[in-house]
């Protein structure tokens, strides 16, 4: 079975302050990972699509990161509408569009 | 305007009553997809759609139904709505421009709840 867990749950940072929010997975495979941001009330808004282990693809103040067990978004000089939760999802190689989720990192900017 | 649309909204309603969510695309997307929302389960999927008549399952199909008549639609059916399908609903649209899924657009959510 897909699984997907992100670390941490919860991230407060101060403006400037930079970190990582960490996604591992276990897939049979991996078609591609990705990294998508939400605002609440919100649908997810698409960030980036890493198909291979070394791959790194960034975006402003976001980069993302693919090993073969985990995937890193790192996230330098923060602002505070940066503040979002942060959802990473795998698509498998067997086959199947089906996408599997993991619960999200909450991240909270304070300026 | 790039776009994926939901309707309607907000939905109450009572258990067993058939309702039908639609969901739109303008962007001649082959797969459509959608997911529902709770605490702490996060993002699930629960059906998905290749192309026209073709679907299938996701993670949590039970209870829902889909189809795929034309391309840029892809309604969720609810024949007999259960209180536990009270949820934040998500349709989505992509199209495979790599290995995987490029770009996948998400529509603004329909909340419902069934009482």
């Known amino acids: 079975e897909d699984q997907v867990t992100q670390s941490p749950e919860a991230l407060r940072l101060q403006e400037g302050e930079s970190s990582s929010l960490n996604c591992s997975y276990t897939v049979s495979g991996l078609r591609g990972l990705f990294w998508y941001r939400q605002d609440p009330g919100k649908g997810p808004e698409f960030l980036f699509t890493l198909y291979s282990a070394g791959e790194e693809k960034e975006k402003e103040r976001l980069k993302a990161t693919l090993t073969k067990k985990e995937s890193f978004l790192h996230i330098t000089a923060p602002k505070p509408e940066d503040s979002a939760t942060y959802l990473c999802?795998?698509?498998?190689?067997?086959?199947?569009?089906?996408?599997?989720f993991g619960k999200g990192t909450k991240l909270s900017v304070i300026p | 305007e790039a776009q994926v649309t939901q309707n309607p909204r907000y939905l109450i309603t009572v258990t067993g009553k058939k309702l039908t969510v639609t969901c739109s695309q303008n962007?001649?997307?082959?797969?459509m997809s959608w997911y529902r929302q709770d605490p702490g389960l996060g993002l699930r999927q629960i059906y998905y759609s290749m192309n026209v008549e073709v679907t299938d399952k996701g993670d949590v199909p039970e209870g829902y139904k889909v189809s795929r008549k034309e391309k840029r639609n892809f309604p969720l059916i609810l024949e007999s709505p259960s209180p536990n399908q009270t949820s934040l609903y998500f349709c989505?649209?992509?199209?495979?421009?790599?290995?995987?899924?490029?770009?996948?657009?998400f529509g603004p959510g329909t909340r419902l709840t069934v009482l």
């Open positions: 989505a649209s992509g199209e495979k421009t790599g290995p995987a899924f490029d770009t996948q657009y």
């Open positions: 999802a795998v698509q498998p190689r067997a086959g199947s569009y089906q996408l599997t």
């Open positions: 962007m001649n997307h082959e797969y």
